[in-house]
């Protein structure tokens, strides 16, 4: 009679412990299933486009957007005179290629005949003609210390107000056959002894 009790206790033992186990299993399945959140993980650095996203770059990339449709304050205390138009006649307009890349936009301001707008990456210009002792074309904005100088193969883009040139080595369609013209066939040097006419009989 004792055995048969022990037997089936430990029967009823047996099972108990069979059953505890599998009621486990799905848990620790689970738990194993489920990746845990590493340091590196939390580490991990934003994408670009998590970046482009937030709140700093939208803000900045609005910002930039209205300073770009901005009118820039003008002073309409500046008169040009009829020679001041005949040169502005004379201003090449749209986007001139600049040495490493960078290039600059000039657009006529139809308000304004003879005024311009003048920019490059980061700056913005209000321009107008004055007088070039050289003969030069040469847009100025006094304002902010900025002038375009407009030679016959080259122009550029400098700060007065900073002492350095925004854009250099700027070249329109028609300065670019000039230099070119002037590559095939240079002017003489200064210490070139000039050439005797040729004799005549």
Not at 44 to 69: G, N, Q, T, Y
Not at 101 to 129: D, E, L, W, Y
Request: proline share 8%; aromatic share 4%; charged share 20%.
């Amino acid at each position: 009679m004792k055995s048969v009790f022990l037997a089936s206790l430990h029967a009823s033992l047996h099972a108990s412990l069979f059953a505890s186990f599998f009621l486990a299993t799905p848990a620790l399945v689970v738990a194993q299933a489920t990746p845990a959140t590493t340091p590196a993980a939390a580490a991990k650095k934003p994408s670009k486009a998590d970046v482009a996203k937030s709140p700093a770059a939208v803000r900045r990339s609005a910002l930039k957007a209205v300073e770009e449709v901005t009118p820039i304050d003008e002073d309409p205390n500046i008169k040009l005179t009829p020679e001041d138009i005949e040169i502005a006649k004379r201003v090449f307009v749209g986007t001139i290629a600049c040495e490493l890349g960078n290039s600059v936009t000039i657009t006529a301001n139809v308000r304004r005949p003879g005024f311009f707008v003048v920019q490059t990456k980061g700056s913005r210009f209000a321009m107008h003609p004055v007088e070039s002792r050289t003969g030069a074309i040469r847009l100025e904005d006094p304002k902010r210390g900025a002038m375009w100088l407009q030679l016959g193969n080259k122009s550029m883009l400098m700060s007065q107000k900073l002492g350095q040139r925004l854009a250099d080595e700027c070249m329109s369609p028609e300065q670019l056959t000039l230099a070119d013209e002037l590559k095939k066939n240079p002017p003489p040097g200064l210490l070139d002894a000039p050439q005797a006419p040729a004799a005549t009989r």
